[in-house]
């Protein structure tokens, strides 16, 4: 089993700046992508970010140019750094991981992120 743990949620002025982390934890894994997803009140989740295990990096065109997922290997986290915050980038931002040995995927709980005027 693999426990994902999220940090970094919180309040912030649109044009501002927030990093999200997310910690994978348990035994017997081996992380394959890892990503960020959102979801806003009454919409759809979507995808934001993901990073492969090689480093490759993909965006939602949203996000593109102010967001940047990275990702310590070392340490089986993934970071979500958030750029130039706009008030829609508000929701409840959640992170997945996907371990290589069992071929499964795993879920954070989520962390808020609202931006205001």
């Known amino acids: 089993q693999v426990q994902v743990a999220e940090s970094g949620g919180g309040l912030v002025q649109a044009g501002g700046s927030l990093r999200l982390s997310c910690a994978a934890s348990?035994?017997?894994?081996?992380?394959?992508?890892m990503g960020w997803y959102r979801q806003a009140t009454g919409k759809a989740r979507e995808l934001v970010a993901t990073?492969?295990?090689?480093?490759?990096?993909d965006y939602a065109d949203s996000v593109k140019g102010r967001f940047t997922i990275s990702r310590d290997n070392a340490k089986n986290t993934v970071y979500l750094q958030m750029n130039s915050l706009k008030i829609e980038d508000t929701a409840v931002y959640v992170c997945?991981?996907?371990?290589?040995?069992?071929?499964?995927?795993?879920w954070g709980q989520g962390t808020q992120v609202t931006v205001s005027s």
């Open positions: 997945a991981v996907s371990d290589y040995v069992r071929r499964q995927h795993y």
């Open positions: 348990g035994s017997g894994f081996i992380l394959d992508a």
């Open positions: 990073v492969t295990s090689g480093g490759n990096t």
